[in-house]
């Protein structure tokens, strides 16, 4: 079935650990996202990738990295996980890179407690 | 700054019709988007507009006035299933998307 999968679903980690959360989709979309997405706000843009071998910056940056080796994985890592960086994580991708309106299509997300 | 504005909960009733608004303010504009969220899930793509007016796709329209930075999202004939929070997002001057916090939808029997 195409689409965007996410892994894992959930986890519990503790402060200072190092985690990678990983995304994979299958639909040949050049661009991807990663998403947190906290009670009363609206989601939040970590990273990007507008095409393989380039990432960029979104608006909650800080304390996560990110890489795109090729189209379908985009894995995002904490560092060193701190309980502000309790939430859930969403991948979505979308069809072009630069400079698209194209719809954006979201994973089933990752849900991450950090203690 | 960019700013999103849409209520926090609404509650409706099943059979009947529903209007989520959305104000928003944004470094440029290049289309309003509405997802559909249940809980627990991850939000699904309902509707993209751009131009100003009403584009409409079955139980669901969409409404946009660019010139006062609204949007509305129209439910007709709600169904129980359509028991959920409903995201606006505008899509700025980089073309990346400024979410709302959504509006949870209660849809009462």
């Known amino acids: 079935i195409a689409g965007i999968t996410q892994a894992p679903t959930s986890q519990i980690l503790a402060a200072g650990r190092r985690m990678t959360l990983r995304c994979t989709q299958d639909m040949r979309h050049n661009a991807m996202y990663w998403y947190r997405q906290d009670l009363g706000l609206g989601l939040r843009l970590i990273h990007y990738?507008?095409?393989?071998?380039?990432?960029g910056k979104g608006e909650v940056p800080d304390g996560y990295s990110v890489s795109r080796a090729n189209t379908d994985d985009f894995p995002l890592t904490l560092a060193s996980a701190v309980p502000s960086q309790t939430s859930v994580y969403f991948c979505?991708?979308?069809?072009?890179?630069?400079?698209?309106?194209?719809?954006?299509?979201f994973g089933p997300g990752t849900r991450l407690t950090v203690l | 700054g960019q700013n999103i504005d849409q209520p926090t909960e609404m509650t409706a009733t099943e059979g009947a019709i529903v209007q989520i608004n959305c104000t928003y303010q944004t470094s440029g504009f290049n289309g309003l988007f509405w997802y559909q969220q249940h809980a627990g899930e991850a939000p699904t793509f309902l509707s993209y507009n751009v131009l100003d007016g009403l584009e409409e796709k079955g139980r669901f329209s969409s409404f946009l006035s660019r010139s006062k930075g609204y949007s509305y999202l129209l439910l007709k004939e709600l169904q129980m299933k359509d028991s959920a929070s409903y995201l606006c997002a505008a899509m700025d001057s980089n073309y990346q998307l400024i979410w709302g916090a959504g509006t949870k939808l209660i849809i009462k029997p």
């Open positions: 979505a991708s979308s069809d072009s890179g630069d400079f698209t309106t194209d719809t954006q299509y």
């Open positions: 990738s507008n095409t393989a071998g380039t990432t």
